[in-house]
T-cell receptor
C-alpha cells in the first residue's frame, strides 16, 4: 500500500522565518501530489497541486512545493511565514495508475505549524 | 465555486442510537464522494468511497453494516452511523470530486460526533 510520510509533526517558527515541511511517499509509479491546509476550526483547503510539468509549483498565499521524483518527495516551502499561516498542513498523494479513476488520496499524518508574532 | 457542505456540524447522541450525516456538493455534481475519519493529531483515514447510483466501496477494517453510505443523487451522500458507541466519537469529513473535473477533491467542514 502507498504511504505518505510527513516527518515534522509540529513546527514552531517566528514570523518572517522560512518554512520547509517535508513530505515523502512510497509509490514508485506516476503520482499526483497535493498539499492541503486546515486552519483552526475550518475545513481542508487546497494549497497547491502537482500533476505534471514543471516540478516547482506555486500555490496560494506564497506557498510553493518542489517535486523531486528521485527522492519521492514533495516538500512545501514558504520564504517568510506569517502568524496567519498557523494551521495544520497535510500532504496527499494520488497514485495515477492505481485506482486513479476513484481519485483515492493517501494522506500524511499532518504537520502542525505554529507561527509566533 | 466547488463548495461542499456537511450537516450537522456537531451532533451528540446516546449510545445505541443511529445518526445520519449529510454531505452535499453545492455548486457542482459529484459522482464520487469520500468519507474520512480524523482522529486528534492524526491523519485523515479514508473510510469509504461513495459512488452515485451504486454501492460504496469500503476500506479494509471498516464495517459496512455499521457505517451505512448512500449516494442517491449527484449532489448528496449520507453516512449513517448505526448503533453508535463511544468509540465512534470522532470527526467525520467528506469530500467530493467534480464529475467533470480531475482527481482533485473538495472537502466539507466536517462533523464532530460525540457518543455518550
Amino acid at each position: 500500500a502507498q504511504s505518505v510520510s510527513q516527518h515534522n509533526h509540529h513546527v514552531i517558527l517566528s514570523e518572517a522565518a522560512s518554512l520547509e515541511l517535508g513530505c515523502n511517499y512510497s509509490y514508485g509509479g506516476t503520482v499526483n501530489l497535493f498539499w492541503y491546509v486546515q486552519y483552526p476550526g475550518q475545513h481542508l483547503q487546497l494549497l497547491l497541486k502537482y500533476f505534471s510539468g514543471d516540478p516547482l509549483v506555486k500555490g496560494i498565499k506564497g506557498f510553493e512545493a518542489e517535486f523531486i521524483k528521485s527522492k519521492f518527495s514533495f516538500n512545501l516551502r514558504k520564504p517568510s511565514v506569517q502568524w496567519s499561516d498557523t494551521a495544520e498542513y497535510f500532504c496527499a498523494v494520488n497514485a495515477v495508475d492505481r485506482g486513479s479513476t476513484l481519485g483515492r488520496l493517501y494522506f500524511g499524518r499532518g504537520t502542525q505549524l505554529t507561527v509566533w508574532p | 465555486g466547488a463548495v461542499v457542505s456537511q450537516h450537522p456540524s456537531r451532533v451528540i447522541c446516546k449510545s445505541g442510537t443511529s445518526v445520519k450525516i449529510e454531505c452535499r456538493s453545492l455548486d457542482f455534481q459529484a459522482t464520487t464522494m469520500f468519507w474520512y475519519r480524523q482522529f486528534p493529531k492524526q491523519s485523515l483515514m479514508l473510510m469509504a468511497t461513495s459512488n452515485e447510483g451504486s454501492k460504496a466501496t469500503y476500506e479494509q477494517g471498516v464495517e459496512k453494516d455499521k457505517f451505512l453510505i448512500n449516494h442517491a443523487s449527484l449532489t448528496l451522500s449520507t453516512l449513517t452511523v448505526t448503533s453508535a458507541h463511544p468509540e465512534d466519537s470522532s470527526f467525520y469529513i467528506c469530500s467530493a470530486r467534480d464529475r467533470w473535473g480531475g482527481v482533485e477533491q473538495y472537502f466539507g467542514p466536517g462533523t464532530r460526533l460525540t457518543v455518550t
